[in-house]
């Protein structure tokens, strides 16, 4: 296909991400590709991917899964609920039709996080990012995303009740322009740190990470889960913003 | 007819007494005249929260489920005010080396004479197949589950017309809906309690869940500290419905949430 079909083939589809497919051919993304830039830099900088088997749960377009590819993944299985299954969705064949463009071999699979369990597979690295805000249910949600995981939790999201040491999430239900044309009403939560931390813990998580959005600050914020399985040597990639919530001296 | 009467002969009065005092009760139910359950919720409060709790509604001819019924007070109390069918579920408790509640609910049954089901049942593993009662009575046990809003899930798909919620509360001050998570045992030194909901969240769960009409009180005597909502199907038959005193209020209507919070 040449840039002028692509571009043709790309305007037929709604992008919630703006990809990069050529040097001058960009999907008209919502979001931008300099946050989706920093926002990659920030969850995968600290840790290296070659040969990891990658699932991501609330894919949207892909961009973090296409970017798990390019760093050096094994395998990278893309799923979304919502985004890829509400009436009048357009997510899951846009994304199938940009990692064609780009030649990416993409793995995609509309998938309800609450479903999840230990026969869908295990992964090295399980990605999440603004999923939470979008969970009706986040408690089985997250107790799906553990049940695939074998090393490595990464979650980011949307953050309230900051100035409260207790844990809390608030619920927030908020208008997303997923499905049709006319976007969709989404309910979902939106928790604070310490509870996000207490909530880990309890999934088996022994290693938990915690950073601030790059640009965002701490109304969002990214949390790295580890396993017990995990080695201690994925730790040395995570520098300052971060910081360990469970042993805060290490 | 039986060829044999399955029931059990009646205990004299100290026999039943010295029963009584062989368990740990929660609720104070008068088994016979000058007989009644130690329990440590006195018959006095209990009386308060049936009052608050049934009173609104009429109960002949219902079905009704209790979740998590204990020693079994409220079935009781609803099957006296005319329920047709009324189930009494516990888990936790009932199945508990100490409370031993289905003991007590069993001898306080018998004691009474009244035709209440049991089932054993934990509110994770509630199901369609348990089928629909008018009436759904929660009480006292959101704040128990580490996923409480999984049971609403479940609750609400066996409710014909009626949720009937009692929950411990926090974040009462707050008009936006959220809930505070209890680790360990810090709310009331007891590891069982997990969430703390204030009224928004509440009414943000029944809405999502498809019930159409909420209303709130507080606890009738330990005021806003404990919340008591009525969550209607859009299915409710009119007659269901006897009257809500001034203690209630409509919850799914625009501003009420924010009355709520500086009332």
């Known amino acids: 296909m040449n840039e002028a079909e692509l571009r043709s083939a790309m305007g037929a589809h709604r992008w919630l991400q703006s990809l990069r497919l050529r040097d001058t051919l960009l999907t008209p993304g919502l979001k931008s590709e300099a946050q989706l830039r920093e926002e990659e830099a920030a969850l995968f900088d600290p840790l290296n991917l070659a040969g990891a088997d990658v699932l991501e749960v609330g894919a949207a377009n892909g961009a973090f899964s296409l970017a798990a590819l390019r760093r050096g993944a094994r395998r990278v299985l893309a799923t979304d609920h919502l985004p890829w299954t509400l009436p009048g969705s357009d997510a899951l064949s846009a994304t199938q039709w940009a990692a064609h463009a780009l030649g990416a071999p993409l793995e995609t699979r509309a998938q309800d996080p609450r479903e999840l369990s230990a026969a869908f597979g295990s992964f090295h690295l399980v990605l999440a990012t603004a999923c939470f805000e979008q969970w009706f249910n986040p408690i089985l949600a997250l107790r799906g995303l553990r049940s695939v995981t074998n090393r490595i939790l990464l979650l980011e999201t949307m953050q309230d009740a900051l100035a409260d040491a207790r844990p809390i999430m608030m619920a927030q239900s908020h208008h997303a322009p997923i499905g049709g044309v006319q976007g969709s009403w989404v309910a979902g939560w939106a928790p604070n740190p310490p509870l996000m931390l207490q909530l880990l813990i309890d999934l088996g998580f022994d290693r938990i990470l915690y950073r601030n959005h790059p640009s965002l600050g701490s109304a969002r914020g990214i949390y790295a889960a580890l396993l017990p399985e995990a080695p201690d040597g994925l730790l040395a990639g995570f520098a300052a913003p971060w910081a360990n919530l469970t042993h805060p001296q290490g | ?263």
């Open chain 2, 1 to 263: 007819m039986a060829l044999m009467s399955s029931f059990a002969p009646r205990l004299s009065d100290a026999d039943l007494l010295a029963r009584i005092q062989s368990y740990h009760w929660w609720h104070s139910i008068a088994l016979r005249e000058g007989l009644t359950t130690f329990g440590g919720k006195t018959e006095a409060i209990l009386a308060q929260e049936e009052q608050a709790l049934l009173s609104p509604f009429d109960l002949a001819g219902r079905s009704v489920i209790d979740i998590g019924a204990w020693n079994g007070y409220f079935s009781f109390a609803a099957k006296r005010r005319g329920a047709a069918r009324v189930l009494a579920t516990d888990s936790y408790i009932w199945n508990h080396p100490i409370w031993r509640g289905r003991e007590t609910f069993d001898l306080a049954r018998a004691e009474l004479g009244l035709d209440v089901e049991a089932l054993m049942l934990d509110p994770p593993q509630i199901t369609p197949q348990l089928g629909l009662f008018d009436v759904v009575m929660f009480l006292g046990v959101f704040y128990h589950l580490y996923d409480p809003i999984e049971v609403m899930a479940r609750l609400r798909g066996i409710t014909r017309q009626l949720l009937l919620v009692e929950t411990h509360s926090d974040l009462t001050d707050q008009a936006r809906p959220g809930m505070v998570f209890y680790p360990g045992a810090i709310l009331n030194q007891d590891a069982t309690n997990w969430w703390g909901p204030n009224p928004a969240t509440m009414l943000h769960l029944f809405l999502q869940l498809g019930f159409t009409r909420i209303f709130y009180r507080d606890h009738p005597t330990l005021g806003r500290a404990r919340g008591i909502y009525a969550a209607f199907t859009p299915e409710v038959a009119e007659g269901l419905i006897l009257r809500f005193d001034d203690n209630w209020r409509d919850l799914d209507v625009p501003g009420a949430i924010e009355a709520l919070v500086t009332a």
